[in-house]
Each structure stands twice: as structure tokens, then as C-alpha cells.
């Protein structure tokens, strides 16, 4: 056991034995842990292609621990099409991308 194993577990109040299983990719963290973990590590994980768009709302998503529905009715549009638009799937039709460009235009948050 790594010591920074400890001081995660430690810090998101999990046992260590959760941390090791993440690592093993036995279990994935949950949604509420990933800010402090990416804290943690000092960096953000790549959640899908960062370079495509679906990889950067993925991780923008993640990284800030929201659920598809949360941010979906953060942009105002369908969860379902939201997951769509994480794997990069489907056409869309004007008034998404239009609900889309002004989220990210307006949104206080940073998507790096």
C-alpha cells in the first residue's frame, strides 16, 4: 500500500481497500469523489477524447461530479441527448447547438 493511498482514502473518507480497487479497475469511483481525486492528483484525467467535443463535455462533467440529468438541465436540453453528445453520436439539430454554444459561452466554468 502506497502512502498516497492512505492519504486518499483518508481524504474522500473511503477505506483504502476502495482506493486499491480503483486502481485495479475493479470498481470506478464515484461521480462525487472524481473533483476531489482530480484535486488530488493535481491534474484531470482524459474523460473520452479531450480534443473532441463529447471528450470535453465528458470531462468537464466528471470532473466537476454532475450527473448527465444535472448538466442537461444546466444547457436545457434532453439527458439522453447529452450522453449522445459525450460519445460524439448522432446529428443535431439547430437549437441544440445553439442551447450548447451558449452554455459554454456563458458558463463561468473553465472546460480544460
Avoid: C, H
Wanted: glycine share 8%.
Amino acid at each position: 500500500m502506497g502512502l498516497y493511498q492512505k492519504d486518499l482514502a483518508q481524504m474522500l473518507e473511503v477505506v483504502v481497500s476502495t482506493v486499491t480497487n480503483w486502481e485495479r479497475n475493479r470498481t470506478t469511483p464515484m461521480l462525487w469523489a472524481l473533483p476531489k481525486i482530480i484535486e488530488f492528483l493535481g491534474y484531470d484525467p482524459s474523460f473520452g477524447d479531450p480534443n473532441a467535443l463529447g471528450g470535453k463535455l465528458l470531462g468537464f462533467r466528471k470532473s466537476r461530479g454532475v450527473t448527465q440529468k444535472e448538466l442537461a438541465r444546466l444547457i436545457g436540453i434532453d439527458p439522453t441527448t447529452l450522453g449522445r453528445l459525450e460519445r460524439n453520436r448522432g446529428r443535431y439539430l439547430r437549437p441544440v447547438i445553439e442551447k450548447l454554444y451558449v452554455f459554454l459561452r456563458d458558463s463561468t466554468l473553465t472546460m480544460s
